[in-house]
């Protein structure tokens, strides 16, 4: 059984910076795609990110272009989530997601096979 854990998030001021990390157990997940989500009560998850097995491809919802960076290291099994110039608009629950055994990207909430259980990101202007 796979397991994804999140960790880094917290508070934070606007214009500030923040990395998450999130490290699969169970299996390695280096042979599949891997993103970040975010979730705000009341509201639908939301991509924010995603890259591909060898970390050559990368893709990103408008709304963090430029501003987040999605990278890996499959030797720890571990996704990152580097956010800098945060915005109040950026507090959410960010969720990790992988998908085995998928060369390509993937933005869609149901082609993933695991999830995280959320890590809290609160940005105060």
């Known amino acids: 059984q796979v397991q994804l854990v999140e960790s880094g998030g917290g508070q934070v001021q606007a214009g500030g910076s923040l990395r998450l990390s999130c490290t699969a157990s169970g299996r390695t997940l280096s042979n599949g795609a891997m993103a970040w989500f975010r979730q705000n009560p009341g509201k639908e998850r939301e991509f924010v990110a995603s890259v591909n097995w060898n970390a050559l491809g990368k893709y990103y919802a408008d709304s963090v272009k430029g501003r987040f960076t999605i990278s890996r290291d499959n030797t720890k099994n571990t996704v990152y989530l580097q956010m800098n110039n945060l915005k109040p608009e950026d507090t959410a629950v960010y969720y990790c997601?992988?998908?085995?055994?998928?060369?390509?990207?993937?933005?869609?909430?149901?082609?993933?096979?695991?999830w995280g259980q959320g890590t809290q990101l609160t940005v105060s202007s």
């Open positions: 997601a992988a998908k085995e055994y998928w060369r390509g990207l993937l933005t869609q909430i149901g082609t993933y096979d695991y």
